[in-house]
């Protein structure tokens, strides 16, 4: 990965490693690669769907966001406006996304010492050992997920649904409030955690 393409996913806050290892194909790196050299390429029309679809969900992303993502790369723009990167809406739940290294956000919630009750929709193969960090306070904000992700009751039959409970004060910042979202930071322990019963998946979804 070029230099540029380095300092670029650096500032915003992408994993590096997850892109190289597992989210894209050398095909779809070979093309990142040639394409963006300088914050010149940025302002071209680099969006394809040629080389795979998680390259099309990057390239989109990075076209949606690049006047902040070149604030970012030079300093004038604050860390919290990564919270508004990590909170994008043309980032769904419907496909597989890049991550971002959330050791690298600010944690501006405010706990106040209580344990909380979160519910989580996971993707495809996840289970307690690669749990994502996006949580929701209620199952309310679930099903306001759902709809904007366009995960039907059907879709969810394949998908894991998780019950657990934290201490507040491992928050690292709210998402999108429409969705009750809580954002954990990166290195969150559990205070119990399980799989959601018929009962409780039977509430989420249209």
């Known amino acids: ?7 670029l ?10 892109l190289q290892r597992e989210y894209l194909s050398g095909n779809e790196l070979d093309y990142l690669d ?27 992303f990075l076209i949606c966001h690049k006047d902040l993502i070149i604030k970012l790369m030079h300093g004038n723009a604050k860390r919290q406006m990564l919270i508004e990167l990590y909170t994008s809406d043309v980032i769904s739940g419907n496909y597989d996304c890049f991550h971002f290294k959330l050791s690298k956000f600010p944690q501006t919630y405010p706990p106040s010492n209580q344990v909380i009750t979160l519910y989580r929709i996971g993707r495809d193969g996840e289970c307690s050992e690669n749990l994502g960090c996006s ?41 999108k409030s429409c ?3 809580l954002v954990l930071q990166h290195d969150f322990i559990l205070n119990s955690f399980s799989n959601a019963n018929d009962e409780l998946r039977n509430q989420i979804g249209r």
């Open 34 to 60: 040639r394409t963006l050299k300088s914050e010149q390429d940025l302002g071209l029309d680099f969006y394809t769907s040629d080389h795979g679809d998680n390259l099309e969900c990057l390239l989109h």
């Open 135 to 175: 949580w929701a306070k209620s199952i309310d904000g679930l099903n306001t997920y759902c709809d904007a992700s366009g995960l039907s009751k059907a879709m969810l039959k394949t998908r894991p649904i998780f019950v657990a409970t934290i201490d507040d004060c491992q928050v690292l910042f709210q998402g």
């Open 179 to 181: 969705e009750d979202e």
């Open 9 to 18: 996913f650096d500032a915003i806050a992408i994993d590096i490693e997850h």
């Open 1 to 7: 990965m070029n230099k540029y393409l380095t300092s």
